[in-house]
């Protein structure tokens, strides 16, 4: 009885130990004062760099790091989650991976030998999968969603998120263009409960190139861009890169990939079939939790390389599109009001479009629990 009293203690040590190692990662709510999506909310980018600070202070889960400043002077930076053993292990990986994104770093002339060495890394390195938020500053969700996946990866001890940090390196970035971040809160807050509450400021969300920020991904004008592609796409080589948007009020509540035609014929089959299985598999999964209004193969297609870079570095673009809100302002949307859009229509079940979503109040939270869904569904 004393052993199985002593030991009934000694676990209630542990558990409780455990549970105070959990408490000690802080949840967005504790350095924003609310959790984000909720209603008529928005973080400046100063408080969302001061979470990921305090989040890789208390995770031995996250590392955060800035890497440049923005063309006003912001920090840019990005967080790389994973197991604590794999992130003791990343220049290691990074290597692994750069080896296997370049056929001539392994030299050899055999090429059956060379098939043998590659199948070798790809069997001990892991998935790098880059998650970037925000590149359009009005589709606010995705930077306020990139605290609540990185809250979750960092704090749950569920099993899934356990297997999803054992074999997978998640780079995020939370904003690609953290001035907007900025620019779009202080219009927000200025016109909160006024006629104009909602709108999109009337400045450049980008100071040179607005919302065309994300038409520079082969021309590399800007700093944000130039940050992106030098320090984190070209360092790391990710497989998948997850690209979260949104989209209008009025059509779909979510669409995903497979694109719809054309594809610009320089993609090469495999990244279509990669980007055709994830985006169906994400979809599926999606509709078996409950969420409608999701499309595939329509609206938006693959021809275009201005933002589909990793599409011609070996790389599958998952573009994720959220319907929108007023920026934090929920919205009420009439089923009649619902319109079609390029290869569905919203009103109508269809092999690449449902279930239908009704209609009614469309929220913050709705864009932050699709997104955080969606981005959860792609790392299982
Ligand atoms: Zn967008």
Same mark, same amino acid.
């Given at each position: 009885?004393?052993?199985?009293?002593?030991?009934?203690?000694?676990?209630g040590f542990?558990?409780?130990?455990?549970?105070?190692?959990?408490?000690?990662?802080?949840?967005?709510?504790?350095?924003?004062g609310?959790?984000?999506?909720?209603?008529? /909310?928005?973080?400046?980018?100063?408080?969302?760099?001061?979470y990921?600070k305090?989040?890789?202070?208390?995770?031995?889960?996250?590392?955060?790091?800035?890497?440049?400043k923005t063309?006003m002077? &912001?920090?840019?930076?990005?967080?790389?989650?994973? @197991?604590?053993?794999?992130?003791?292990?990343?220049?290691?990986?990074?290597?692994?991976?750069?080896?296997?994104?370049d056929?001539?770093?392994?030299?050899?002339?055999?090429?059956?030998?060379r098939?043998?060495?590659?199948?070798?890394?790809?069997k001990?390195?892991?998935?790098?999968?880059?998650?970037?938020?925000?590149?359009? @500053?009005d589709?606010?969700?995705?930077?306020?969603?990139?605290?609540?996946?990185a809250?979750?990866?960092?704090?749950s001890?569920?099993p899934?998120?356990?297997?999803?940090?054992?074999?997978t390196?998640?780079?995020?970035?939370?904003?690609?263009?953290?001035?907007?971040?900025?620019?779009?809160?202080?219009?927000?807050?200025?016109?909160l !409960?006024?006629?104009?509450?909602?709108t999109?400021p009337?400045?450049l969300y980008?100071?040179?190139?607005?919302?065309?920020?994300?038409?520079?991904?082969?021309?590399?004008?800007?700093v944000?861009t130039?940050?992106?592609?030098?320090?984190i796409h070209?360092?790391?080589?990710?497989q998948?890169?997850?690209?979260?948007h949104?989209?209008?009020e009025? !059509?779909?509540?979510?669409?995903?990939?497979?694109?719809?035609?054309?594809?610009?014929p320089?993609?090469? /089959?495999?990244i279509?079939?990669g =980007?055709?299985?994830?985006?169906?598999?994400? &979809?599926?999964?999606?509709?078996?939790?409950g969420f409608e209004?999701?499309?595939?193969?329509?609206t938006?297609?693959?021809w275009?390389?201005?933002?589909?870079?990793?599409?011609?570095?070996g790389?599958?673009?998952?573009?994720?599109e959220t319907?929108?809100?007023?920026?934090?302002?929920?919205?009420?949307?009439?089923?009649?009001?619902? *319109?079609?859009?390029?290869? =569905?229509?919203? /009103?109508?079940? @269809?092999p690449?479009?449902?279930p239908?979503w /009704?209609?009614?109040?469309?929220?913050l *939270?709705?864009?932050t629990?699709?997104?955080?869904?969606?981005?959860?569904?792609?790392?299982?």
């Amino acid at each position: 009885m004393k052993v199985l009293s002593a030991s009934l203690r000694l676990c209630g040590f542990i558990l409780l130990a455990g549970i105070s190692i959990l408490a000690q990662v802080p949840a967005p709510k504790d350095t924003l004062g609310f959790t984000p999506g909720d209603d008529r /909310k928005l973080a400046s980018w100063a408080s969302i760099v001061d979470y990921f600070k305090k989040l890789d202070a208390a995770s031995d889960r996250v590392m955060f790091e800035e890497i440049g400043k923005t063309t006003m002077g &912001a920090p840019f930076v990005y967080a790389t989650i994973s @197991s604590p053993e794999n992130l003791k292990r990343l220049e290691k990986y990074k290597k692994m991976n750069a080896n296997l994104a370049d056929p001539r770093a392994i030299p050899t002339a055999d090429m059956s030998l060379r098939d043998k060495l590659a199948t070798s890394l790809i069997k001990q390195s892991k998935t790098i999968v880059l998650i970037t938020c925000g590149i359009h @500053s009005d589709e606010v969700g995705s930077t306020l969603s990139s605290m609540l996946i990185a809250h979750r990866l960092a704090s749950s001890n569920e099993p899934d998120i356990k297997k999803i940090l054992d074999n997978t390196i998640i780079l995020l970035v939370p904003s690609l263009n953290p001035d907007g971040v900025d620019i779009v809160k202080n219009w927000y807050d200025k016109t909160l !409960g006024t006629p104009y509450e909602g709108t999109d400021p009337p400045e450049l969300y980008h100071k040179y190139v607005g919302h065309d920020d994300n038409r520079d991904w082969y021309a590399f004008t800007q700093v944000e861009t130039q940050l992106t592609v030098d320090k984190i796409h070209n360092v790391w080589h990710p497989q998948i890169v997850h690209d979260i948007h949104q989209q209008g009020e009025n !059509g779909s509540r979510l669409f995903l990939p497979p694109y719809m035609q054309p594809v610009e014929p320089n993609v090469p /089959k495999q990244i279509v079939e990669g =980007y055709t299985e994830l985006g169906n598999y994400m &979809a599926t999964t999606l509709r078996s939790k409950g969420f409608e209004g999701i499309t595939t193969d329509s609206t938006y297609d693959a021809w275009t390389p201005a933002r589909a870079y990793s599409h011609y570095h070996g790389g599958v673009r998952i573009l994720s599109e959220t319907a929108s809100a007023k920026l934090a302002t929920p919205v009420n949307i009439k089923l009649e009001d619902l *319109r079609a859009g390029l290869g =569905y229509d919203s /009103k109508k079940e @269809s092999p690449n479009f449902g279930p239908v979503w /009704k209609g009614g109040e469309w929220h913050l *939270r709705d864009i932050t629990n699709y997104m955080t869904t969606a981005a959860f569904a792609l790392l299982a």
